[in-house]
């Protein structure tokens, strides 16, 4: 009685084999629909990177040994500005400028697109980053609203004569950047370098507000949550990004998100140790919070410390795989007719007798 339910099964279960097989091999690689944009985005920050190199020459700074690209973006290990630790290989990954392109397809895996608003976070420990978001940004026709913190980890953004924040404003000045910083902080413990050595501190603060920057500086947590949410909410953003550890975009408590694109409401209620990244989570929006550049970069096909860089448009982030979507249609089709032909047998049978 239930041979050809057996039969069904086996041969249904052989060819849904047979399917899954076809797919993979006859799966291809196509570029993705933001390929032109992503090659934009990329080939502005490598400008961004030219730039950044003849600024640290400018201000005295040579490039570090540990900078075997040349890129101008890799810190020394420990500096008066150093706040935690940090890898040598996740800084010179993020210093690719095909990181640019995986910025553009993060923003438009998260639903970014043309004429939007985002709000970001920056600390100083991945300016490679950084820079992709804002190469990103301007490549997409997206207005980004960013808040840049000085303190950086060991390799990144730490020379005190060439931080982050000075990098873009120069940038900025150099019309390569089009939006300005919208404030900055010194970032580090409370988020006032309370760690770093004070003397280079007020040089840095000077200095930078000398620009005509907002600073923010207040010990108070939540106060200062609310100076950097009064400047977000004036914009309708529709996306917020999170890159390096500031304690106001991780929380008191580092937040409990998950790495890459995080959907909406995917983070619990927001209390007073929340950071940015789980207040607008709550609120609806999607998040970026770029952590564990190791996993990230593999996600998308990208390799980590990679010894050569690419040129600009060939690796795995500018593509996707299509799969044979009328192979697989069919052979779920057969599979499913060989099982509804098993068990209409049996029933079939169970009449007769």
């Known amino acids: ?80 500005i150093t706040t935690t630790v940090g890898t040598i290989e996740a800084k010179r990954t993020v210093s690719n400028p095909d990181m640019a392109a995986l910025a553009v397809r993060m923003l438009a895996d998260a639903g970014v697109e043309a004429g939007n608003v985002i709000g970001a976070a920056f600390s100083g420990s991945f300016p490679g980053m950084n820079l992709a978001f804002l ?3 301007e490549a997409m026709g997206v207005r980004i609203v960013y808040i840049a913190s000085v303190g950086a980890s060991m390799y990144g953004a730490n020379q005190p004569e060439l931080t982050f924040t000075d990098m873009v404003h120069r940038l900025f000045e150099d019309d390569l950047v089009s939006q300005p910083l919208a ?11 309370i760690e770093m050595e004070p003397a280079l501190v007020h040089i840095i603060e000077k200095r930078l507000t000398g620009y005509g920057y907002p600073f923010i500086h207040i010990e108070d947590y939540v106060e200062n949550l609310k100076a950097r949410l009064a400047i977000y909410d004036a914009y309708d953003i529709t996306c917020f ?9 991780i929380g008191v408590d580092e937040d409990d998100m998950p790495w890459g694109i995080v959907r909406p409401y995917t983070a619990h209620s927001p209390g007073e140790k929340s950071g940015l990244l789980e207040i607008y989570n ?3 929006l999607p998040v970026i919070h770029f952590v564990n ?29 299509q799969s044979p979507r009328l ?18 047998s049996v029933r079939n049978r169970n009449r007769q007798t």
């Open 135 to 137: 190469a990103a940004s």
């Open 327 to 344: 192979v697989i249609v069919v052979g779920i089709c057969v599979a499913i007719g060989i099982l509804l032909w098993g068990r209409w």
């Open 282 to 284: 709550a609120r609806g």
């Open 183 to 193: 404030a900055f902080s010194m970032g580090g413990d409370r988020d006032c370098g």
């Open 1 to 80: 009685m239930y041979k050809n339910r057996k039969l069904a099964i086996v041969i249904s279960m052989a060819v849904l084999l047979v399917t899954i097989v076809l797919g993979v091999f006859l799966s291809v690689s196509v570029r993705t629909d933001n390929y032109e944009t992503q090659c934009k985005a990329a080939d502005l920050m490598r400008c961004y990177i030219d730039q950044i190199a003849r600024y640290k020459k400018e201000v005295g700074l040579g490039l570090s040994k540990e900078d075997i690209h040349q890129t101008g973006l890799i810190g020394d290990e420990f500096t008066g």
């Open 293 to 321: 550049v190791k996993k990230i970069v593999a996600e998308y096909g990208l390799a980590y410390d990679l010894q050569s860089i690419e040129q600009v448009g060939l690796s795995a982030v500018y593509y996707r795989t």
């Open 241 to 249: 990004v999170g890159i390096g550890g500031n304690i106001t975009t």
